[in-house]
Each structure stands twice: as C-alpha cells, then as structure tokens.
C-alpha cells in the first residue's frame, strides 16, 4: 500500500507542482458606523410603489389577459380618476382627453400597444401598457388577472430612455438630468408579501455621453420581446410607436 501511495504522488508531481497565483487580498467584513444612533422610531416617507388597485368595470374571462383591449382598461381608469395629477393614478388633462378620444382617434391615441409576460410567477402573462405624455414622459402600467378581474400592481412615469424585460423584471432606464452621461436604472420586481411589483434595485450607471446637438432624453418607443404573441387584433399604436428595431429582441425600447 505503501509503494502504492509512493507512485500515485510521483505520477501527480510528474504533471506539474501546485504553484502559488500570488498573495490574496484580507478579507474585510462590512463595519457599522455610528453603531450608538438609536433606530428610526417613525417610518420612512410613502411613495407608493406598493399601492394596488382593482381596475373597475373590467371583466377578465378566464384570468386571460390577452382577451382585454388596453386602451379599454386605461379609460377605465381615466373614469374613475379623471381628475388625478399626481400619484399612481396622475396624468395630464391634455393626457386625458386624448384617451377619452382613442375611441374615434386610434392614430392620436396616447396608449401605446400593450406587451405581455409573466412577471408574477403565476403561469400566465400580465398586461403590460405605455402612454404617452407631454415632455417626452412615458407611464408605464402593469395588471395582474385574478378572479375573474383586473389589479393594476404597477405604475410610473417618468422621462424614459427605454423600458425593458429581464425574465421577471421590468427595468426602466431614464437619463440623468445632473449628472450628465449617466442614466438611472430601476428594476422593478414581483414581491409575493405585498403582492404588487416593487422597485426592488435601482442604480446609477455611466453610459456614453451624448453627441453634440443630440437630445439627451429620446422620445420612447416600444420594441417587442416577443416573448409571448400580442392579440390578434392589437390596437394601433401611437405615431412613432412603431419604430425598426434597434436592439435584441428581449428589449422595449
């Protein structure tokens, strides 16, 4: 046995001997500053990402989302909060109007074509919707069908580069107006305890600046995941909405 032992070392030596890649770096582990302030006894300021709403008067057959009209869903909501400026439910009067018309003006209609994908999980895709607004502003709403209706489980706005999926997360890219070549980047995930879609990372990322006489913000366009087919008879998009594509296929641009 012990000859044995013998050669099996002299065949491994034979190879090559282990070589040291340098020295290695000490370990250091995360210190807490001022470990004596006392905790935050009130809590933070509300900016409602987890605010959630039932969409009224939608009906949604077989929790099947690609049954629904997206523009349909938007002026549902226009009805119940018209007059809203700020929050989940804000949009602009002029916003407004103009979805109250897309019944007669589909060419002038802020709703941008809806995209579809399972962001919560469940199986079945979410209702992914885009309007349009003044000032180069994009909002930007998720829905969720449970029970036979609609939850909207995410909304924003803001002056929007690109909008994009990475499996479960919806990641919205928005260009940085002090810092200039830099871009923020929210990644806007499903949290099953608050059951609504939560801006779970965000970060400052540097990008190329921009050219000379280049518009920092671009106007917004939506380019398809294909990730899942849209409706067989999707509702025009607004004018611009349908640009070439400019990236991969997993990209809302």
């Known amino acids: 046995m012990a000859l044995l032992g013998a050669l099996a070392l002299t065949g491994c030596g034979s190879q090559g001997e282990l070589r040291s ?58 009805r119940a909060h018209g007059d809203a400026r700020s929050g989940a439910d804000g949009l602009y009067e002029q916003t407004v109007r103009a979805i109250d018309a897309c019944t007669t003006d589909r ?15 469940n199986g079945r895709d979410e209702l992914i919707v885009g309007i349009r607004m ?18 909207r489980i995410m909304s924003t706005v803001d002056q929007v580069v690109s909008v994009e999926l ?30 609504t879609m939560l801006p779970a990372r965000d970060e400052i990322v540097r990008v190329k600046p921009p050219g000379p006489g280049t518009s920092v913000v671009p106007a917004p366009a939506f380019v398809s995941p294909s990730a899942t087919p849209a409706p067989a008879t999707p509702p025009p998009a607004a004018p611009g909405a349908g640009r070439p594509e400019a990236a991969p296929p997993e990209v809302i641009r």
């Open 107 to 121: 060419a002038g209609c802020p709703v941008l074509a809806p995209y579809y994908r399972d962001l919560t999980g």
């Open 166 to 195: 990475a499996g479960r997360d919806l990641i919205t890219r928005v260009s940085s107006a002090g810092i200039p070549g830099y871009e923020y980047r929210t990644a806007w995930s499903w949290d099953e305890q608050q059951r």
């Open 21 to 78: 890649a340098g020295p290695t770096p000490t370990a250091v582990g995360p210190v807490r500053l001022w470990p004596d302030l006392p905790p935050a006894t009130n809590p933070p300021i509300d900016f409602g990402e987890s605010d959630t709403e039932r969409v009224p008067g939608v009906d949604v057959p077989d929790n099947d989302v690609h049954s629904l009209d997206a523009v349909a869903v938007v002026q549902a909501e226009v």
């Open 134 to 151: 003044p000032d180069q502003q994009l909002g930007v709403r998720v829905y969720l069908a449970e029970n036979g209706g609609l939850t």
